[in-house]
């Protein structure tokens, strides 16, 4: 394994002070690799996940990045730290078109490489140049989420934050996106992930943690946890499934 | 008789419009209205006057108009000394009461502030009427049919140049993209890497400035006092809410309309009046399409 890429370590924090929500969580990820963030509603997964992007208090501990300490940094600052974040709601803007959505994503880049990395972005998301003038709310579920992974791939980011990709979408756009995401992890990127759907995030990912209460309970590869009485019958259809 | 009505009518609206240009952005922006924004007017208005009052006209008028290069500059001085009034009152003031309290108490502190630089004003420069000059000008006689003040055609023509420059502005440069994303979700801005101070700042900037020079082509129609902008206020509420919040051509076509309803206002009620019709409008808006004549979609910058 090498040089932890991100390190978030005995995390505190959350939206109202004196109630947090983490409870000292925390979580590595490797450069290349593929985690998944995994545990009840209310765990505090998003929490966690937004803690680390820069939006949600940081009360004690310590987020680096790439050896630097980005504890509670804001979020432009993370972009030029190769962070991108891509949150589950209103992750893009509907009053913008596609075009304008990936100029704004691209500011943090000077104007030559910020026309390269849209034209690489166009390729590589040939739908979203069908629909370059149209505005962000007339997309289905499936082609914002495509724009929102588009947008924050434009600063070529070595580590990738997405909570709940697969939210909202139907099981054939989950396992195309699961699928740009695995290859995305092939070319390097480093991605974490929050996943609702266990048995979805399993098939992909390379290591998970999976949260209560705001703190960590258990981590591992999704062989070892599969292989878990826990795990089985809260996640994996032993008892009830969720999501 | 009509045609002179209507051309007064589209000469005021265009100062309307300009006022209620940077209202409209600074209130879906920021996301509440400033009614402060009229005292930016009367600012800018006087800090031409002074600055004026220090060089002197050292050069004559730029014939046919009744100033020259002298108030341009001063124009210039007083579009930049209120955006830094304006982020200094957003420091003060706005900052701290958007961080920790309700979208109305940064209402009623827009309020405060509006008295404050009211009465600041009245304190130094006095209560009395005062002019940019005293030249006359001659009116221009348009085909027999009406005459306008070269000052009103430079006003109009100023106006037009002004929203074709903020459309191309909001629609192609990053920081355009990012304050019309800003309005719509100010969190996303960071997270796509765009740095939400900095839309902020420059919302007031812009905003600042335009009323500024909205205070300088009034000061150079009617006399400057400290109440110009005050009674600007309701007008330039009438107008950019008919645009829809946010709206830069609704914001124009809402105070044409409000400067022709004024001046046609004439032919159905006294002229004492007058000042009535922009509130009469606000109402009837309100009440029929809140969202603005041309909005559907709220708050959003266009």
Redesign the interface.
Same mark, same amino acid.
């Given at each position: 394994m090498s040089m932890p890429l991100l390190t978030a370590s005995d995390l505190v924090g959350g939206y109202r002070p004196g109630l947090p929500i983490l409870h000292g969580a925390g979580i590595q990820v490797s450069a290349g690799e593929f985690v998944a963030l995994i545990g009840p509603n209310g765990a505090g997964k998003s929490t966690l996940m937004k803690a680390i &992007?820069?939006?949600v208090p940081i009360w004690s501990g310590q987020v680096e990045l790439a050896g630097r300490v980005v504890t509670n940094t804001?979020?432009?600052r993370l972009?030029?730290a190769e962070l991108a974040?891509v949150?589950q709601t209103?992750? !893009?803007?509907? /009053?913008?078109t596609i075009d304008?959505n990936l #100029?704004? =994503?691209a &500011? %943090?880049l000077s104007r030559g490489q910020a026309g390269q990395a849209l034209a690489r972005s166009y390729e590589a998301f040939p739908d979203l140049t069908r629909f370059r003038n149209v505005p962000a709310r007339a997309l289905s579920g499936g082609q914002r989420q495509m724009l929102a992974v588009a #947008?924050a791939l434009l600063?070529s980011p070595k580590l990738l934050m997405l909570d709940e990709p697969s939210a909202g979408l139907s099981p054939l756009m989950v396992s195309d996106v699961f699928s740009r995401l695995k290859a995305l992890v092939h070319d390097g990127v480093a991605i974490l992930m929050v996943e609702q759907n266990v048995k979805a995030a399993f098939s992909v990912a390379d290591r998970a943690y999976v949260l209560t209460e705001g703190r960590n309970r258990l981590d591992g590869t999704p062989e070892h946890l599969s292989a878990m009485d826990e795990i089985v019958e809260l996640y994996l259809g032993g008892g009830g499934r969720k999501h | 008789m009509l045609f002179q009505v209507l051309a007064d009518g589209i000469l005021t609206g265009s100062i309307i419009a300009l006022g209620a240009i940077g209202l409209t952005l600074t209130m879906s922006v920021l996301r509440f209205p400033n009614f402060a924004h009229a005292e930016l007017i009367t600012f800018g208005a006087y800090i031409a006057l002074a600055v004026l009052g220090l060089t002197g006209a050292f050069m004559g008028p730029l014939a046919p108009l009744s100033f020259g290069l002298p108030l341009i500059l001063a124009t210039v001085v007083a579009m930049a000394a209120t955006a830094v009034l304006a982020l200094l009152i957003d420091r003060l003031v706005y900052r701290k009461l958007r961080a920790r309290s309700k979208k109305m108490t940064v209402v009623f502190g827009s309020f405060g502030v509006s008295l404050l630089v009211r009465m600041s004003i009245l304190l130094v420069f006095g209560g009395a009427a005062t002019y940019y000059s005293t030249a006359l000008q001659r009116a221009i006689r348009v085909g027999g049919l009406f005459r306008v003040m070269p000052d009103q055609v430079f006003t109009l023509g100023l106006t037009i140049i002004i929203v074709v420059g903020l459309h191309l502005f909001l629609k192609f440069t #990053?920081l355009g993209? &990012?304050m #019309? %994303?800003y %309005?719509?979700?100010p969190?996303? !801005? =960071?997270? @796509?890497? @765009?740095? /939400?101070e900095r839309v902020l700042r420059w919302t007031w900037i812009i905003g600042a400035a335009l009323a500024a020079l909205a205070g300088v082509l009034y000061g150079l129609t009617v006399q400057i006092r400290p109440e110009i902008g005050f009674h600007l206020l309701l007008p330039l509420f009438a107008a950019a809410i008919m645009g829809g919040v946010g709206n830069v051509h609704g914001a124009v076509l809402g105070g044409l309309i409000v400067g022709l309803a004024e001046s046609l206002s004439i032919y159905l009620i006294p002229p004492g009046y007058k000042m009535a019709v922009p509130f009469l409008l606000l109402l009837l808006i309100l009440y029929l399409r809140p969202t603005g004549l041309f909005g559907s &979609?709220k708050g959003? !910058?266009?």
């Open positions: &992007a820069g939006i804001p979020p432009h972009a030029e974040f949150p209103n992750n !893009v803007f509907t /009053s913008l304008e #100029r704004l =994503g &500011a %943090a #947008r600063t | #990053r993209l &990012a #019309r %994303a %309005a719509e979700n969190q996303l !801005v =960071g997270i @796509y890497g @765009y740095d /939400s &979609a959003a !910058v266009r």
